[in-house]
Each structure stands twice: as C-alpha cells, then as structure tokens.
C-alpha cells in the first residue's frame, strides 16, 4: 500500500521569506510524485511532478520540489513567498502498477503574511 | 485545450433524497475518470475510478455509486442521502494506463445534506 504524510498543518511565511512544505511518501517501490495546490472554492490545480531523473524539479508559479529517496521526503519549496500564495497544498503519490489513482496526504495550509 | 465541467456547483438536499451529480470532459478521448469527495476543506478520499465505458472500481464502500455511460461523461449517484454525505466532491481525469500522468481537476460540486 502507498501512503503521503504531511506532517504540518499549517505553515506561516512572511512575504518575501523563503517557504518549505514538508511531504513524506511510503511506497512498495518507485514512486512519482506530484504537488497540487487548492484556493478556497476550487478545485485543484497541478503544480509539478516528478517521475525520475533530476531531484529537483520545477513547477508552475515559481514553485520546486526535492525529491530524497534516501529520506522518502518530497518538499516543496519556493525562494521568496508572495501574499497570492496563500492557498492549502496537497502531496500525491502513484505507482507504475496499472492503477492509475492518486493518494493524497492531509493537505498543508500555507498563510503568507505581508 | 481540454476542460472539465461538473455541475451543479452547489447543491443542498434533505436527508433521504437522491443524488445525481454528472462530469463531463472535453478536448480528450479515452480517458481515466475519478469521483473525490473533501470533507472539511481538506484531505481527497477517493470514491470511484473509471479506465473505460461501464468500468467503475469502487474504493470505499458506502451510499454512493458511479456510472459512466460515455466515454467522457462520469455520474456520481444515491438513492438516498445520508448527513455524512456532505461535502466537497471533485472529478478528475487523466490519460495513460498508468500513475505517471497528472490528474486534472473539476471545478467541484459543494453538496449539504440537511
């Protein structure tokens, strides 16, 4: 079975600081990996993935994500944090075993204050 | 470009009522389908999943049933609502016979039970 942890709840930034989301995953084997963001009302809009190659991935908005198989970890992370930012974040997890859904962690509520 | 539709948007119903919420996806063919319900703002439970006309995998048990009776077209069904019906249901889709694909997300249906 797969499963996605995000450890915070929630995490407060000041516009312009650097923020982190933290997204741990548990996989029987290699996994891909992706990031979705969700504004109040909406449905969710894809960020990034990461299937293989080059840890570091970009993503829409500015956004990026490490990939640590040593760590199972897959934070996003962005240089400098924007008010419009604000917004609940959600790490999936899949696999390449024909089952082509997606497991959700719990969702990180992201507040940049001004 | 492909979007996604769901409707209605909102949708308040007494306990014991049915239930007919329909997707539909334009601009692709083929594709898979996915039924989520969000409980509180946060994390996806996922419902249904569809990899072709008539093919429902059902991951939870419950008061819910789905059909797809096009290729595009996903419907989430109850004969009778439940309280703990409430919530935030979201239908996605993607393509490819495996997880490696992004899934893409309706604008969502906000569903009260009284």
């Known amino acids: 079975a797969q499963s996605v942890a995000q450890p915070e709840d929630q995490v407060n930034v000041a516009e312009g600081n650097p923020l982190t989301v933290k997204c741990t995953y548990s996989?029987?084997?290699?996994?891909?990996l992706f990031w979705y963001v969700q504004y109040p009302n909406r449905g969710l809009q894809f960020l990034l993935k990461y299937i293989t190659g080059d840890n570091l991935v970009k993503g829409s908005y500015g956004f990026e994500a490490e990939f640590n198989k040593s760590q199972t970890s897959f934070h996003l992370k962005k240089p400098s944090a924007l008010v419009s930012d604000s917004a609940l974040y959600f790490c999936?997890?899949?696999?390449?075993?024909?089952?082509?859904?997606?497991?959700f962690g719990s969702g990180t509520r992201l507040q940049v204050q001004p | 470009s492909q979007t996604i539709h769901q409707w209605p948007a909102t949708l308040v119903q007494p306990v014991g009522s049915p239930l007919s919420l329909e997707c539909t996806v334009e601009g692709t063919s083929n594709p898979n389908l996915y039924w989520y319900r969000q409980a509180a703002g946060r994390g996806l439970q996922l419902l249904f999943y569809?990899?072709?006309?008539?093919?429902i995998s059902s991951e939870v048990p419950q008061n819910l049933s789905a059909s797809r009776p096009q290729d595009r077209q996903f419907i989430l069904s109850s004969k009778k609502l439940l309280l703990s019906d409430s919530g935030f249901y979201l239908c996605?889709?993607?393509?490819?016979?495996?997880?490696?694909?992004?899934?893409?997300f309706g604008p969502g249906t906000r569903l009260t039970v009284l």
């Open positions: 996605a889709w993607s393509t490819g016979t495996s997880g490696i694909n992004e899934q893409f």
């Open positions: 996989v029987s084997g290699n996994p891909y």
């Open positions: 999936a997890v899949s696999m390449d075993t024909g089952r082509r859904a997606l497991t």
């Open positions: 569809s990899v072709g006309i008539g093919q």
